[in-house]
């Protein structure tokens, strides 16, 4: 089944480190992919996303992340975090195969920063 | 503009009662998606509508789940006879058109606790 699996739920950095989350999709075909971001009690908002025209893809907020086909990678990265990063961070993918569009969801990674 | 707006933020209920929710999508978003996000099974799609059919309802958990949408506007899903494990926070999305290079904007959610 085509699936989205981040590694690690929680991750914690210390402010000013570098943040790296991991995102690995399952089709041998390249999905379009997605990196939102949520805060408490709050909807998901879109980071980035990767629709095949550039591997490097930046975001808001500093974010970007690489798209790499041979290891079926889109890891997000900051260089330096921020106390206003801690959230819950879910990497998304769009299947060719969908007739709809909707997203499938890895589990989340929860970013913790410490001062 | 207006974002994608849901109602009510919270609601409680009894176990066995049916609740409504209702989504405001963004003005002039044709496609509108219903996803669930609970502990156990995190971030999964219900139902999507293209205007007011919705072409794939394949990821209602159950028949006590229905939706419909009126005026290519607004949505209500519904659930029926509601049971403990139907209490997660539902999320709609909006987005210009279907397909995979179409942002999905999302709202804040509706929280659902079912006693």
């Known amino acids: 089944a085509q699936s989205v699996t981040q590694l690690g739920s929680h991750v914690s950095v210390s402010e000013g480190a570098l943040v790296l989350l991991r995102c690995n999709y399952s089709?041998?075909?390249?999905?379009?992919l997605f990196w939102y971001v949520q805060y408490p009690n709050q909807g998901l908002q879109l980071l980035l996303k990767?629709?095949?025209?550039?591997?490097l893809v930046k975001g808001i907020n500093g974010f970007e992340a690489e798209f790499k086909k041979s290891e079926t990678s889109f890891h997000l990265t900051k260089p330096s975090a921020h106390m206003s990063d801690a959230a819950e961070y879910f990497c998304?993918?769009?299947?060719?195969?969908?007739?709809?569009?909707?997203?499938?969801f890895g589990q989340g990674t929860t970013l913790q920063v410490k001062p | 503009g207006a974002g994608v707006s849901q109602s009510p933020s919270n609601k409680v209920t009894e176990k066995g009662k049916d609740v409504e929710l209702r989504c405001d999508p963004i003005?002039?978003?044709?496609?509108l998606y219903w996803y669930r996000q609970s502990l156990g099974q995190g971030l999964e799609f219900l139902i999507y509508?293209?205007?007011?059919?919705?072409?794939?309802k394949s990821g209602l958990p159950s028949d006590r789940f229905s939706a419909e949408r009126t005026g290519g506007s607004v949505s209500t899903l519904t659930i029926q006879r509601t049971q403990q494990e139907d209490s997660a926070v539902y999320l709609c999305?909006?987005?210009?058109?279907?397909?995979?290079?179409?942002?999905?904007?999302f709202g804040p959610g509706t929280r659902l606790l079912v006693l």
């Open positions: 990767y629709t095949s025209a550039a591997t």
């Open positions: 999305a909006s987005s210009t058109a279907s397909g995979p290079q179409e942002t999905q904007y």
């Open positions: 509508f293209q205007g007011n059919s919705a072409p794939d």
């Open positions: 003005s002039g978003h044709t496609a």
């Open positions: 998304a993918a769009i299947y060719g195969s969908s007739k709809t569009g909707n997203l499938i």
């Open positions: 089709s041998s075909v390249p999905p379009y």
